[in-house]
């Protein structure tokens, strides 16, 4: 693992979410989009070389729902940068690790994404990415 990418925030109001983090930053938002494969809207904040993505459910069973039905608003996972995620996974897997998905696939801010389950991670669930190529 390079770095800490960013932190993700499931949120139920997705513009409520915007005023408050630009307020508690002091920085606006620099990027949103709809990622439909994942069933989100995300927004990213850039503060001292971190994002903060905050994520919002586009349809009541996508995973950010699910997220949120079950544990409420807050931090929903931490995103490690890797140089290659398929080597990353293909790495965690043999060691034991429960990856969510057999190879990489496309994630916001033009990102190649894979998660590890929390029950691997001691309750916190992993995205490890890269940049696209």
């Keep these: 693992m390079n770095k800490i990418e960013h932190i993700g925030i499931a949120v139920k109001d997705l513009e409520a979410a915007k005023q408050t983090f630009k307020a508690l930053l002091g920085v ?8 439909a494969s994942e069933g989100v809207t995300t927004v990213f904040f850039k ?23 079950r544990r409420g608003e807050g931090i929903h996972h931490l995103a ?30 033009n990102k ?6 929390p029950k691997s991670t001691h309750g916190v669930l992993v995205e490890i990415c890269q940049n696209k190529e």
Excluded: W
């Design 47 to 69: 503060i001292g070389g971190v994002k903060i993505e905050l994520l919002q459910a586009t349809h009541p069973d996508s995973p950010i729902a699910r997220f949120i039905a």
């Design 80 to 109: 490690f940068d890797v140089d290659s995620v398929t080597e990353k996974t293909t790495r965690l897997t043999a060691e034991g690790f429960q990856v969510l998905n057999p190879e990489a696939r496309a994630g916001a801010d």
């Design 28 to 35: 606006d938002f620099y990027k949103e989009e709809t990622v």
């Design 112 to 117: 190649l994404i894979n998660f590890i389950h």
